[in-house]
């Protein structure tokens, strides 16, 4: 409201800046004219002549030759007294009263955004325990890894935080920085090669492929690895190699092993069964990321519905709708999302701490306003 | 809050602007003088929300608020807070919205300080202002509006181009905006003359401010420029005939001339056509500039905006204004009155040499500009550089400066070449014996360069031989010669100052370029290079961590003749968010000599390249533009009327008409 009593208030003044003059009638206006100017030059002639800087006959010239302007500007002076046209001055005072707001937000409603808070620094950098502390956090990591590189356990912190952030690059030359100042070992070998995957929009490439390898060389358990091996072959299109892979995973796996449900759903699909529907939890919506197109949204939509359904029960779930929305934004459908989050709006609406912890939330899903 | 207030400051600027084109001129038209004063209170009310805007935008630049395009684009929070300042401009759409701004000061300013003006002159010029204004707004709010807004503001912005890290950003496009905008009031006051159809001596008194203005400020921006190019890019070049180097010489060529033209027009109330066909080249050459630079068709450090559709845009303004003024031109010129009358040989008729070969110093300029670029769209890759300037230019100067000290002694009307000639005989003796010694000391170099210095010498030595001419010097006694100085007009002063500025500057461009020494190699640690009798040892190499970047800086010890002088220390500074790097040299002052020393890439063994210049006189070649600049606002405050007092006829001559 305030930015439109800006706006109000300004506009009054441009108005008022064309109306003033308008209101004043004929009074006699100081101006110059061209014979001021001669009878100045003329009295300057004296004054050089007077100083020796010119000679008397010089003078003399110059006087005649200003003369004879001074006479022909005196004629042509115009005669006739200013006028005042009352219809011309209505019109113009119309033209501002009316025109000048009209232009004004013709102009601007298309180009501007009143609605967009400003948001300098100062603010961002209070704004602490958002979304936007994480980036600032990152930031200052960054800032730090830039003034010492070997900080090993900085890159380490760093790499996994920016896989999240979705900036799988960064994050793949964070994890090199980390393997070569903390050492080797499975898993970073296995994050990177998840990093270089995830780089690659899901594909385990030739070169990640190598580092899920080593990291199977260097610990033949780890689970990671033997997740990706196991993917790689499927994407080569070995699907026995790759059901061998996962299944020995299972065997393997500790039973409340949180990936458990990813593995068997990734089994299901290429046929070697015995698979449960996983809840839907924030690793699966992420490893998701890495099927094929067909198979991740056919494995998602069915998730994602039954949580919906769930939250139009019982809407007071904040993490289960923020966990939803995120699931509409992995999916792509930003639509979806936006609908959710009015939903869930809605949902807490009386709840200000519940809201609250909403807002942030979508704010870290970048879907504030 | 910030941000929308100064986006809707600058569109109400254009709504009054669009008024302020409109309603004067109906007032005019009608003999209305409240009709006629909304000009004027509009021109202010502008000026007041451009200023809002301006500052709006600085804010947001200094609060580093991302959540504005141009900000993220431009700046970076950890800038220290004078680029935060200067970057404001440092970018394509901020620089334009300094340019409106100085445009709506300048139209303030005429309509504040513009009593002294025929109220009917006021509403004219001022609506042309406005009319520039216009175009200007919506070119900025349609192709390049700084106050866009990004709905999810990112962390961290992507910093300024770091070339323009520095503190010559600051001072050089101000001034020069100060330069090219100011010519746009000559122009709308010539514009203003050929829609009323009346010109006159007085129309000069009442411009002669406003050119001398810009004319100060655009000869202090190409020199600060000139300056700035020379230590930051590292290769100790200060002029390279670039398209954006030439596109603000070529208004301050016709600058020079519309400057010099008034005069006459002042004075004599001659070469009325001609001032107000400069008046209109010189702005519409300042237009020129500002498409060259922004349309995308050149790139250079200065061309920031390569999109097409502003391209498109400002050449259209092009057309319309320049297309528009020369029409009117043409059909009005013939009905103004024709003016004094003058001999060939006389004050005017030297006045008429200095423009006819500052203009065709001009055309040349413009020819060397523009000629490369048609042939590129041709498909002809070529480029037009220092060879053709040498050949063109540089000789239409010479010329140039030999008749310098002429002209101010010639008397007005009908002159005495002969007796000017005898009275220049001290300072023709002082060249000749310059060039005698020069040639003498060094025997090396070009042939021309101890006549060229000669040249410089003659120039200095007509600005002062006219000085004492006028003061009487060594032929009065020294007490009439004191009150004599005192009472000479100021701006006899000034163009004293300046003609001399032109020589010096010529001295400082001749030695810099004859007698230049380099040193170009690869130094390890204590590593010594003898340059121009300098010696400089590498004392080693260090890195440094600034506010948003990393250096490298290599300590020099300078000595000569085993005697320590001083320390010199070039950096070559890296830049993480725009991953480019800058080469900070190290100069040190000699007198007028400087050494500067710059750093290349470093090797793997610890060796660094290093360029090192001995640069005889070099900063004469700033120190003279500084003293033309000084002579201008010399004759800037001289608020004294000018007469030019003619020589009245002794025997029967044939007078030439003025045009």
Same mark, same amino acid.
């Given at each position: 409201?305030?930015?439109?009593?800006?706006?109000?208030?300004?506009?009054?003044?441009?108005?008022?800046?064309?109306?003033?003059?308008?209101?004043?009638?004929?009074?006699?206006?100081n101006q110059?004219?061209?014979?001021?100017?001669?009878?100045?030059?003329?009295?300057?002639?004296?004054?050089?002549?007077?100083?020796?800087?010119?000679?008397?006959?010089?003078?003399?010239?110059?006087?005649?030759?200003?003369?004879?302007?001074?006479?022909?500007?005196?004629?042509?002076?115009?005669?006739?007294?200013?006028?005042?046209?009352?219809?011309?001055?209505?019109?113009a005072?119309?033209?501002?009263?009316?025109?000048?707001?009209?232009?004004?937000?013709?102009?601007?409603?298309?180009?501007?955004?009143?609605?967009?808070?400003?948001?300098?620094?100062?603010?961002?950098?209070?704004?602490?325990?958002?979304?936007?502390?994480?980036?600032?956090?990152?930031?200052?990591?960054?800032?730090?890894?830039?003034?010492?590189?070997?900080?090993?356990?900085?890159?380490?912190?760093?790499?996994?935080?920016?896989?999240?952030?979705?900036?799988?690059?960064?994050?793949?030359?964070?994890?090199?920085?980390?393997?070569?100042?903390?050492?080797?070992?499975?898993?970073?070998?296995?994050?990177?090669?998840?990093?270089?995957?995830?780089?690659?929009?899901?594909?385990?490439?030739?070169?990640?492929?190598?580092?899920?390898?080593?990291?199977?060389?260097?610990?033949?358990?780890?689970?990671?690895?033997?997740?990706?091996?196991?993917?790689?072959?499927?994407?080569?299109?070995?699907?026995?190699?790759?059901?061998?892979?996962?299944?020995?995973?299972?065997?393997?796996?500790?039973?409340?092993?949180?990936?458990?449900?990813?593995?068997?759903?990734?089994?299901?699909?290429?046929?070697?069964?015995?698979?449960?529907?996983?809840?839907?939890?924030?690793?699966?919506?992420?490893?998701?990321?890495?099927?094929?197109?067909?198979?991740?949204?056919?494995?998602?939509?069915?998730?994602?519905?039954?949580?919906?359904?769930?939250?139009?029960?019982n809407?007071?779930?904040?993490?289960?709708?923020?966990?939803?929305?995120?699931?509409?934004?992995?999916?792509?459908?930003?639509?979806?999302?936006?609908g959710?989050?009015?939903?869930?709006?809605?949902?807490?609406?009386?709840?200000?701490a519940?809201?609250?912890?909403?807002?942030?939330?979508?704010?870290?899903?970048?879907?504030?306003? | 809050?910030?941000?929308?207030?100064?986006?809707?400051?600058?569109?109400?600027?254009?709504?009054?602007?669009?008024?302020?084109?409109?309603?004067p001129?109906?007032?005019?038209?009608?003999r209305?003088?409240?009709?006629?004063?909304?000009?004027r209170?509009?021109?202010?009310a502008q000026?007041?929300?451009?200023?809002?805007?301006?500052?709006?935008?600085v804010?947001?630049?200094?609060?580093?608020? !991302?959540?504005?395009?141009?900000?993220?684009?431009?700046?970076?929070?950890?800038?220290?807070?004078?680029?935060?300042?200067?970057?404001?401009?440092?970018?394509?759409?901020?620089?334009?919205?300094?340019?409106?701004?100085?445009?709506?000061?300048?139209?303030?300013?005429?309509?504040?300080?513009?009593?002294?003006?025929?109220?009917?002159?006021?509403?004219?010029v001022l609506?042309?202002?406005?009319?520039?204004?216009?175009?200007?707004?919506?070119?900025?709010?349609?192709?390049?509006?700084?106050?866009?807004?990004?709905?999810?503001?990112?962390?961290?912005?992507?910093?300024?181009?770091?070339?323009?890290?520095?503190?010559?950003?600051?001072?050089?496009?101000?001034?020069?905006?100060?330069?090219?905008?100011?010519?746009?009031?000559?122009?709308?006051?010539?514009?203003?003359?050929?829609?009323e159809?009346?010109?006159?001596?007085?129309?000069?008194?009442?411009?002669?401010?406003?050119?001398l203005?810009?004319?100060?400020?655009?000869?202090?921006?190409?020199?600060?420029?000139?300056?700035?190019?020379?230590?930051?890019?590292?290769?100790?070049?200060?002029?390279?005939?670039?398209?954006?180097?030439?596109?603000?010489?070529?208004?301050?060529?016709?600058?020079?001339?519309?400057?010099?033209?008034?005069?006459?027009?002042?004075?004599?109330?001659?070469?009325?056509?001609?001032?107000?066909?400069?008046?209109?080249?010189?702005?519409?050459?300042?237009?020129?500039?500002?498409?060259?630079?922004r349309?995308?068709?050149?790139?250079?450090?200065?061309?920031?905006?390569?999109?097409?559709?502003?391209?498109?845009?400002?050449?259209?303004?092009?057309?319309?204004?320049?297309?528009?003024?020369?029409?009117?031109?043409?059909?009005?010129?013939?009905?103004?009155?024709?003016?004094?009358?003058?001999?060939?040989?006389?004050?005017?008729?030297?006045?008429?040499?200095?423009?006819?070969?500052?203009?065709?110093?001009?055309?040349?300029?413009?020819?060397?500009?523009?000629?490369?670029?048609?042939?590129?769209?041709?498909?002809?890759?070529?480029?037009?550089?220092?060879? !053709?300037?040498?050949?063109?230019?540089?000789?239409?100067?010479?010329?140039?400066?030999?008749?310098?000290?002429?002209?101010?002694?010639?008397?007005?009307?009908?002159g005495?070449?002969?007796?000017?000639?005898?009275?220049?005989?001290?300072?023709?003796?002082?060249?000749?014996?310059?060039?005698?010694?020069?040639?003498?000391?060094?025997?090396?170099?070009?042939?021309?360069?101890?006549?060229?210095?000669?040249?410089?010498?003659?120039?200095?030595?007509?600005?002062?031989?006219?000085?004492?001419?006028?003061?009487?010097?060594?032929?009065?006694?020294?007490?009439?010669?004191?009150?004599?100085?005192?009472?000479?007009?100021r701006?006899?002063?000034?163009?004293?100052?300046?003609?001399?500025?032109?020589?010096?500057?010529?001295?400082?461009?001749v030695?810099?370029?004859?007698?230049?020494s380099?040193?170009?190699?690869?130094?390890?640690?204590?590593?010594?290079?003898?340059?121009?009798?300098?010696?400089?040892?590498?004392?080693?190499?260090?890195?440094?961590?600034?506010?948003?970047?990393?250096?490298?800086?290599?300590?020099?010890?300078?000595?000569?003749?085993?005697?320590?002088?001083?320390?010199?220390?070039?950096?070559?500074?890296?830049?993480?968010?725009?991953?480019?790097?800058?080469?900070?040299?190290?100069?040190?002052?000699?007198?007028?000599?400087?050494?500067?020393?710059?750093?290349?890439?470093?090797?793997?063994?610890?060796?660094?390249?290093?360029?090192?210049?001995?640069?005889?006189?070099?900063?004469?070649?700033?120190?003279?533009?500084?003293?033309?600049? !000084?002579?201008?606002?010399?004759?800037?405050?001289?608020?004294?009327?000018?007469?030019?007092?003619p020589?009245?006829?002794?025997?029967?001559?044939?007078?030439?008409?003025?045009?």
């Amino acid at each position: 409201m305030t930015l439109w009593f800006v706006f109000a208030l300004m506009t009054v003044a441009a108005i008022f800046a064309v109306l003033l003059p308008l209101g004043r009638s004929g009074r006699a206006q100081n101006q110059g004219s061209e014979v001021a100017v001669y009878k100045d030059q003329l009295a300057e002639i004296e004054r050089d002549l007077a100083a020796g800087l010119i000679a008397a006959p010089e003078a003399e010239a110059a006087r005649v030759e200003i003369s004879r302007r001074l006479l022909a500007a005196a004629g042509s002076e115009p005669a006739s007294e200013p006028t005042s046209s009352l219809k011309w001055r209505r019109a113009a005072a119309v033209l501002a009263l009316a025109g000048l707001p009209l232009i004004a937000i013709s102009v601007y409603m298309p180009l501007g955004s009143p609605r967009l808070q400003d948001f300098p620094l100062a603010q961002r950098e209070r704004g602490a325990g958002s979304g936007m502390a994480l980036e600032n956090l990152v930031v200052q990591v960054e800032q730090h890894l830039e003034k010492n590189p070997t900080d090993g356990r900085g890159w380490n912190v760093l790499a996994p935080v920016l896989v999240r952030l979705g900036r799988f690059d960064d994050a793949v030359r964070a994890y090199r920085n980390s393997l070569t100042y903390n050492g080797e070992s499975s898993e970073r070998r296995a994050d990177l090669g998840e990093a270089i995957a995830a780089a690659a929009g899901g594909v385990v490439t030739a070169e990640a492929k190598t580092e899920f390898e080593r990291a199977h060389g260097l610990n033949a358990d780890d689970p990671k690895a033997n997740y990706f091996l196991g993917l790689a072959a499927e994407q080569d299109g070995r699907k026995d190699d790759a059901a061998n892979i996962w299944r020995a995973l299972l065997a393997k796996a500790p039973a409340d092993a949180p990936w458990r449900p990813l593995v068997q759903t990734s089994l299901a699909r290429v046929g070697g069964g015995g698979a449960t529907m996983p809840a839907l939890s924030d690793e699966t919506v992420a490893a998701s990321k890495d099927m094929n197109e067909g198979d991740r949204n056919a494995m998602v939509r069915g998730m994602v519905e039954r949580l919906a359904t769930r939250l139009k029960q019982n809407g007071d779930d904040v993490e289960g709708w923020l966990r939803l929305v995120r699931a509409y934004l992995v999916m792509g459908d930003r639509d979806k999302a936006m609908g959710a989050s009015t939903d869930a709006r809605q949902a807490v609406a009386n709840d200000a701490a519940r809201l609250r912890q909403l807002n942030e939330g979508l704010k870290t899903l970048g879907l504030d306003g | 809050m910030i941000a929308e207030s100064g986006h809707y400051a600058l569109v109400l600027a254009l709504g009054l602007a669009l008024i302020q084109s409109i309603v004067p001129l109906i007032g005019a038209r009608l003999r209305d003088a409240a009709l006629m004063n909304v000009a004027r209170s509009a021109a202010l009310a502008q000026l007041l929300f451009v200023g809002a805007s301006f500052i709006a935008l600085v804010m947001l630049h200094v609060n580093s608020d !991302f959540s504005v395009a141009n900000v993220y684009e431009n700046s970076h929070s950890m800038k220290p807070l004078i680029y935060k300042i200067t970057g404001v401009w440092g970018n394509h759409e901020g620089s334009m919205l300094l340019w409106v701004s100085i445009l709506a000061s300048f139209g303030g300013m005429v309509a504040a300080f513009g009593n002294n003006l025929p109220l009917s002159l006021r509403a004219h010029v001022l609506a042309v202002q406005a009319w520039i204004a216009s175009a200007f707004y919506l070119f900025i709010l349609v192709t390049s509006n700084p106050f866009l807004r990004i709905a999810n503001p990112p962390i961290e912005g992507r910093d300024l181009n770091p070339v323009l890290q520095d503190i010559g950003l600051a001072v050089h496009p101000p001034m020069l905006y100060l330069g090219y905008v100011g010519f746009s009031i000559s122009f709308s006051f010539a514009i203003a003359a050929l829609m009323e159809g009346r010109i006159d001596a007085a129309w000069a008194r009442w411009v002669r401010p406003w050119t001398l203005v810009a004319w100060i400020f655009l000869t202090l921006g190409i020199a600060m420029g000139s300056y700035w190019a020379y230590y930051e890019l590292g290769w100790g070049g200060w002029w390279f005939w670039d398209p954006v180097e030439n596109a603000s010489l070529m208004p301050w060529l016709a600058g020079t001339a519309l400057l010099h033209s008034a005069l006459v027009m002042e004075k004599r109330n001659a070469l009325k056509v001609w001032t107000i066909l400069l008046s209109i080249l010189t702005f519409s050459l300042s237009l020129l500039g500002t498409f060259l630079v922004r349309s995308g068709v050149i790139t250079s450090v200065h061309a920031f905006a390569t999109d097409p559709t502003r391209g498109v845009f400002i050449l259209l303004i092009l057309c319309l204004f320049i297309g528009g003024s020369l029409s009117l031109f043409a059909g009005r010129a013939t009905s103004l009155k024709q003016g004094g009358l003058f001999a060939p040989i006389s004050r005017e008729g030297a006045l008429v040499l200095n423009n006819l070969l500052l203009s065709v110093a001009c055309a040349v300029v413009l020819f060397g500009t523009l000629y490369p670029l048609a042939m590129e769209a041709l498909d002809f890759k070529m480029s037009v550089g220092a060879p !053709f300037y040498n050949l063109t230019f540089v000789p239409l100067f010479a010329l140039l400066l030999l008749a310098v000290p002429l002209g101010p002694m010639l008397a007005w009307k009908r002159g005495d070449l002969l007796g000017v000639t005898q009275r220049l005989l001290a300072a023709g003796v002082a060249a000749l014996v310059v060039i005698a010694i020069v040639w003498a000391w060094t025997r090396g170099g070009s042939a021309l360069a101890p006549l060229a210095i000669g040249l410089g010498v003659f120039v200095i030595g007509g600005a002062m031989t006219d000085l004492s001419e006028r003061t009487g010097l060594f032929r009065l006694p020294f007490a009439t010669t004191l009150h004599r100085a005192r009472g000479l007009p100021r701006s006899a002063w000034g163009a004293a100052f300046a003609h001399a500025g032109l020589g010096i500057a010529l001295i400082g461009i001749v030695c810099e370029t004859t007698w230049n020494s380099e040193y170009i190699a690869t130094m390890k640690q204590n590593d010594v290079a003898h340059v121009a009798g300098y010696d400089l040892k590498l004392d080693g190499l260090s890195q440094r961590q600034g506010p948003n970047f990393r250096e490298m800086i290599a300590e020099f010890n300078v000595s000569r003749d085993g005697e320590k002088i001083s320390v010199m220390t070039p950096s070559k500074r890296n830049f993480t968010t725009r991953g480019s790097s800058t080469t900070e040299a190290a100069l040190l002052t000699r007198g007028a000599s400087q050494l500067y020393v710059s750093l290349g890439d470093a090797t793997a063994d610890g060796a660094i390249a290093v360029r090192i210049y001995h640069k005889p006189l070099v900063l004469l070649i700033w120190w003279g533009p500084v003293l033309m600049a !000084f002579g201008g606002m010399l004759s800037l405050s001289d608020r004294r009327l000018r007469v030019g007092a003619p020589k009245p006829a002794r025997a029967k001559q044939r007078l030439q008409p003025a045009e």
